[in-house]
């Protein structure tokens, strides 16, 4: 679990804000607050109790996510859940960054996944480097944000970022982004940028999904599995490169 996570946090503040006004203080599993820098400068999440002030309690972080009923030794098990876009707010050093990289019109692409990430979430980076050339084809320029020492794939440009931080700013420049269920589409939809999500089959939209994003999802019943799995291969391999270019393009109307 990572900055996804934190942003689906922070997206239920945002709710509760919307609905009471109150503030939130965001608490793990044995009641003790927590901080993270997914939520610097939120005006709506603070760090520490308010004895004057209504205040939101938000119990979420290890252990206690809103959309895992259980872990097995082999599963995630998952509970539906509809998770609100958060709000990513940047200093002016990360906004200076972002406008100093973010040159022309670019789609952002995300070919890596997070270190021990399922298996079962990886497209191919084949599938990636086929979709980036459908992309020149069509007059779009597929980019990958990383840091010094990432992979980096054949055929699609690189803007280097600095940190996860950075990477959210410059995201909010893309025309649009084709991505992975992860850490990223919940930053696409903290700051409002559209995208693709390539779900497959190890978790499912009715769990980490957004209505503003077009979500890929062809497991029929998402099992979870952190060991690779014959069932999500296959829902993996209904997702061709040409389908996501298709939606894509739908996504660019």
């Not at 990572?2 to 946090?9: I, K, S």
């Not at 006004?21 to 999440?45: E, M, Q, S, T």
């Not at 690189?158 to 410059?170: G, P």
């Not at 497991?219 to 389908?243: N, V, W």
Request: charged share 20%; aromatic share 8%.
């Amino acid at each position: 679990m990572g900055w996804g996570d934190e942003l689906m946090a922070a997206g239920e503040a945002q709710r509760l804000f919307e609905r009471n006004g109150k503030h939130a203080v965001i608490v793990d599993k044995l009641g003790n607050i927590r901080k993270h820098l997914a939520w610097a400068y939120n005006p709506i999440i603070r760090h520490r109790w308010d004895r004057v002030s209504p205040i939101n309690r938000i119990q979420n972080g290890p252990s206690v996510r809103p959309y895992i009923q259980a872990k097995t030794l082999n599963n995630w098990l998952w509970k539906p859940y509809a998770p609100t876009p958060a709000v990513l707010y940047f200093d002016d050093i990360e906004k200076a960054e972002a406008l100093r990289v973010s040159r022309g019109d670019f789609i952002v692409l995300e070919p890596n996944l997070k270190p021990k990430a399922s298996p079962n979430k990886s497209w191919g980076r084949l599938n990636w480097m086929i979709l980036a050339r459908l992309m020149r084809k069509n007059g779009l320029r597929p980019v990958q944000l990383a840091p010094f020492g990432a992979q980096v794939t054949e055929g699609i440009d690189v803007i280097r970022t600095h940190d996860f931080r950075i990477a959210c700013s410059v995201l909010a420049h893309a025309r649009a982004a084709v991505l992975p269920e992860g850490g990223l589409h919940h930053a696409a939809a903290a700051v409002g940028t559209r995208a693709v999500v390539i779900y497959g089959g190890f978790i499912s939209p009715a769990q980490t999904g957004y209505t503003l994003h077009r979500n890929i999802f062809t497991g029929g019943e998402p099992c979870g599995r952190r060991q690779p799995c014959p069932h999500c291969a296959e829902a993996m391999k209904q997702i061709t490169p040409e389908l996501i270019m298709r939606n894509l393009l739908e996504v660019l109307k």
